[in-house]
T-cell receptor, first 111, second 117 residues
Framework: TQLLEQSPQFLSIQEGENLTVYCNSSSVFSSLQWYRQEPGEGPVLLVTVVTGGEVKKLKRLTFQFGDARKDSSLHITAAQPGDTGLYLCAGDNNQGGKLIFGQGTELSVKP | GAVVSQHPSWVICKSGTSVKIECRSLDFQATTMFWYRQFPKQSLMLMATSNEGSKATYEQGVEKDKFLINHASLTLSTLTVTSAHPEDSSFYIC?????????????FGPGTRLTVL
């Protein structure tokens, strides 16, 4: 069974701090996606990374795909209360388009 | 682009009744749709994958006779929870993948909160 280990599962920080969320696997993924989900809503796609070593930036969010396409990270600079939510990584392993989801990271940014 | 809707957004039903949830891709054709279940503070659990015009493929441990999935068109899939019981109460989310947005990306609906009394 393929697994995508996401850490940390819970993170509570003060506004202005930086943070990094990690997703690691022993499997290679053709692509990896990061989503953000708020309570009672569906996940919203933040980014898709497909190339080993790729780095993508979305305002204060920086996403990196490992060279071997087995791991990824999400770094948030100067976190704001509006960043609060559940962050999910999901890898596509070319099995009919199914995604392997990490356990999620519940982020709380306090003002 | 790449908008997915779900209806209803929430439903309360009595134990033993059946509930149908619709998932629609509004501005693109979805060749594949996925149904997930999510418990509070947890990640998404894939229930089944459905391709238009063919039978759904269920994940291990998911009862196909209890969770009926129909993908009748390229823009609509339905999940029917038959003879619902309180343990079926959960947040059900669909996603769609097709010729829209970033290739091979799943776009998620807003979810349906099911409460079985």
């Amino acid at each position: 069974t393929q697994l995508l280990e996401q850490s940390p599962q819970f993170l509570s920080i003060q506004e202005g701090e930086n943070l990094t969320v990690y997703c690691n696997s022993s499997s290679v993924f053709s692509s990896l996606q990061w989503y953000r989900q708020e309570p009672g809503e569906g996940p919203v796609l933040l980014v898709t990374v497909v190339t080993g070593g790729e780095v993508k930036k979305l305002k204060r969010l920086t996403f990196q795909f490992g060279d071997a396409r087995k791991d990824s990270s999400l770094h948030i600079t100067a976190a704001q209360p509006g960043d609060t939510g559940l962050y999910l990584c999901a890898g596509d392993n070319n099995q009919g388009g199914k995604l392997i989801f990490g356990q999620g990271t519940e982020l709380s940014v306090k003002p | 682009g790449a908008v997915v809707s779900q209806h209803p957004s929430w439903v309360i039903c009595k134990s033993g009744t059946s509930v149908k949830i619709e998932c629609r891709s509004l501005d693109f054709q979805a060749t594949t749709m996925f149904w997930y279940r999510q418990f509070p503070k947890q990640s998404l659990m894939l229930m089944a994958t459905s391709n238009e015009g063919s039978k759904a493929t269920y994940e291990q441990g998911v009862e196909k006779d209890k969770f009926l999935i129909n993908h009748a068109s390229l823009t609509l899939s339905t999940l029917t929870v038959t003879s619902a019981h309180p343990e079926d109460s959960s947040f059900y989310i669909c996603s769609a993948k097709g010729l829209a947005g970033v290739p091979d990306t799943q776009y998620f609906g807003p979810g349906t909160r099911l409460t079985v009394l």
